[in-house]
């Protein structure tokens, strides 16, 4: 393909993303987003004030009850730990698709670009990757459709890592969890079909003249064997186990009693939600507070705390690399 050809399909795809964002489906979904994460917000208020008014005390004051039995210090020192490690495991993942797909980069030239992407993860995870994409084209000279293709990857392996987890929870813990959780099952065999169909399209076993399969934003798919998803899967693993871990030893930090199984099955649902753009991340700490009804306080604060900090630690991280980032692209 020549390279006039390649910048007529960047300069028509960059126009059909301009005119996505000009859509009224768009400005009905960011309403839509508003109003579902307001409605978790209201629930938390419910839940909590009906809390505080049992104990026949203010908001404010069960609040700040809730918050002075924690054991901050060993909580602190635990999460540090557990996200400089999942730092590591985020970047690795991140190399290895890279080099999978695209070409062999440095681990440690990977790390100042994806500490970087936290800071603007805050806002977006997509738009974290999308940042990356842009960091190795300037740096690299690799095409951002290609760099994008991976980011598509991670994200698409992303959802089925966290639904293996899911139902290897729901096998060992099925019968202490809510009644809603028995969908995991079916939702796992249907996803099991769509993987297997997915793969064997982008194989060219099926449709194979069909040419949705060689757009360049999916190359990565198209270069994807069976083994590519397996491999994420052990890569990016130990760090749901260690979460696991360090989740429950902070649940116990903040009063409420918990056990390794009963986090194994909750903990990836609730990453999803975390993962996903607001309202989700809203959700994801409401969702504490519904899987621990008995604790509400406990369990707001939890999700509160815990989600919120691990955000702005990583988002310190990319601090630290910020110089390094902003040296490799303008050699300031």
Known sequence: MSNDTENQLNDESSAENENAKLRKPGVLGRVLFLFLTALCFAYLYYRLN????REGLSLVEYMTQVFATVDWIPWLLLMVVYSLFYFAIDTLVVTKALGWFIQDIKYKDILPIRASAYIISIFNEQIGKGA???YLNKRDKIPGWEVGSVMLFIMFCEIYYL???ATIGFIFGGSSLPEVFGLVPYIALVASVVLVLWIS?????????NKFRDRRVLHAFRLAKPWHYGAF??????????AIIVYTIALNLFGVEASLLTLLPYLP????????????RAAAITFWVILFPENEG???AFGFVQHNFFILFNAAIGLVFWRRAQRDLFGK
């Open 269 to 280: 649902v609730i990453f999803f939600a975390a993962a996903i753009p607001t309202p989700m």
């Open 132 to 134: 990356m994409a842009y």
């Open 163 to 165: 639904l293996i987890w």
């Open 50 to 53: 009906g809390a505080a008014m």
């Open 298 to 300: 406990q369990m707001a």
């Open 233 to 242: 899967f052990l890569l990016r693993s130990p760090a749901l186990m260690a």
């Open 201 to 209: 399209y982008f194989q060219g076993l099926i449709l194979p003249n």
